[in-house]
């Protein structure tokens, strides 16, 4: 059974801290590596694919790096705001996506 | 990417009935993706539902409790039979968005209360 863990399960930062998370899967077999947002009421959207180890992406004040070696990634926000503020999922890519728990983030104003 | 429209948002039911959730695409797409999340759980694959053929099923999911209807390229129905409070979680309807490596579009999903 394959899994993929996330954490913590869930943070509570203030607004303009930075704060990160971490994704666990498992390093053999590597396709790729997806994180979502998912706000609560809303859709989950996804945020990055990653396939390459190393790899880095970034979106605004939110990036991710992939360690497919050790099997994690890792989520950073900078400066949180308020209004990111979700749950934040990755998925482990086989022929269908594996989703770890996710790490519920609040932030305070 | 797919615009998904899915309903009921939110729905309270209960035990022993059946609830029907529809999920609408504004394209045409070959595979549509209903996934749940129990409470504290992770978002979970039920069924892939293509279009002209049954749907198939991952294990631990069975078409008799979640029967699923896909009538054509843009629609597809999950309904939760004999409803239980174990059945109580957020179902989600998706599609691929066409960009790769399984990337989702997904609609903002139907939460179930079962008492």
């Known amino acids: ?109 | 990417s797919a615009v998904i429209s899915q309903k009921p948002s939110r729905d309270i039911c209960q035990r022993g009935t059946s609830l029907t959730i529809q999920c609408q695409v504004d394209s045409q797409v070959t595979m549509m993706f209903w996934y749940r999340q129990q409470p504290g759980q992770s978002l979970t694959l039920i069924a892939t539902a293509n279009q002209g053929s049954e749907a198939t099923y991952e294990s631990g999911f069975v078409i008799d409790k979640f029967p699923i209807s896909r009538p054509n390229l843009t629609f597809s129905t999950l309904t939760v039979s004999n409803m239980s409070p174990e059945d109580s979680s957020i179902y989600l309807c998706s599609v691929r968005t066409g960009t790769g490596a399984n990337v989702l579009t997904f609609g903002a999903g139907s939460r179930l209360t079962v008492l």
């Not at chain 1, 990160?20 to 009421?41: I, K, V």
């Not at chain 1, 809303?42 to 497919?68: C, H, Q, W, Y």
């Open chain 1, 1 to 109: 059974i394959l899994n993929v863990e996330q954490s913590p399960q869930s943070l509570h930062v203030q607004e303009g801290d930075s704060t990160n998370f971490t994704c666990s899967f498992p390093s053999s077999n590597f396709y790729a590596l997806h994180w979502y947002r998912w706000e609560t009421a809303k859709s989950p959207e996804a945020l990055f694919v990653m396939t390459l180890n190393g790899d880095e992406k970034k979106k605004g004040r939110i990036s991710a790096t992939l360690n497919t070696k050790e099997g994690y990634s890792y989520l950073y926000i900078k400066g949180s705001q308020p209004e990111d503020s979700a749950t934040y999922l990755c998925a482990y890519n086989t022929d269908k996506l594996i989703f770890g728990t996710g790490t519920r983030l609040q932030v305070f104003p």
